[in-house]
């Protein structure tokens, strides 16, 4: 059958209307990035997300022939940085830097205007950020493991207390974890901030404290702090002969805290793709890997896929926690 030439116009103009949207989206993907890109970061200047962020920033500008800016947002545990980024338009020039006290935010507070798992498309896991159990070895000297902490603690019920960065911190939601799975109980004594708290613990105020590695790791090392457990689920190179907590009686304990870089939702799929391939080959690189681990931060690239569904099951582990232990709804 002939086709007749008006319709043979009509068919070539709409297949090449079709193709339009495909075509511009490869000029977006080749023509990305054009400017600046942004990376918020929901925590003051001089943190382990936040170095951890500045590092792989460095890195993104020199690989995308454009600069990254690293800015600084605190407040909330990173809610109120969350909730603009979320507002934000998807157009690949805004991103940030999830850390699991932003993750789990929303369970913590009444007015959190954002959903961690909705609003956001996932990049790439960036990092864990080992956290560490230690003890004043004078308050305590025959507290050298897990399962000494647990019969001293149930040789004293309700005499004993733990100190953490603050309520909801996730060394606050990893003690009262394994108070649980142990059956015993020390009273939380929250300080704002792991500095502050750690100091007293270092001063004999407190007498243990489940701290951020970066933070407790000198103290460790000039023996002002003993350390008896790390909540990952492996050893950590810098503390190599301090077990696990899973090495300890309690199989299956995971406690890591972690940073993720994400977008705000409607960011083009091709320009996740290419962060995230960036992103694969900044944390392979050893220079990388030793910058990130001298903050504190363990390099652990995981892609997009992986990301959300560890989003997804910290966000209902740590959730759980949060309730059982009534630490919800608290104010900002």
Known sequence: MRISPFLSRLTRRALVLGALPLLAAQASAQAWPAKAIKLIVPFPPGGPTDTASRIVGEQLALRLKQPVVVENKRGASGAIAAAQVAKTAGDGYTFMMLATPTLLAPHMYKSVDYDTVKDFV???????????????????????????????????????????????????????????????????????GGVPAITDTIGGQVPMMY??????????????????????????????????????????????????????????????????????????????????????????????AQLAARTRADYDKWGQVIRDKGLANQQQ
């Open 122 to 192: 996932p990049v790439a896991t960036v990092y864990d950020l080992p956290i560490v159990m230690v003890v004043n070895p004078q308050l305590m000297p025959t507290v050298t493991d897990v399962q000494k902490l647990v019969t001293h603690a149930k040789a004293r019920p309700g005499q004993l207390s733990y100190t953490s960065s603050g309520v909801g911190s996730f060394g606050h939601l990893s003690m009262e974890l394994l108070k649980q799975l142990g059956n015993f109980d020390m009273q939380h004594v929250a300080y704002k």
């Open 211 to 304: 701290a951020d590695l970066v933070a407790a790791l000198p103290h460790i090392q000039s023996g002002r702090l003993r350390a008896i457990a790390v909540g990952s689920p492996r050893r950590v190179s810098v503390l190599p002969e301090v077990k696990t907590v899973a090495e300890q009686g309690f199989k299956g304990f995971d406690a890591v805290s972690w940073g993720g870089l994400l977008a705000p939702r409607g960011t083009p799929p091709e320009v996740v793709d290419r962060m995230n391939k960036e992103l694969a080959g900044i944390l392979a690189d050893q220079g990388v890997q030793e910058r990130m681990l001298k903050a504190g931060a363990i390099a652990n690239y995981q892609p997009a």
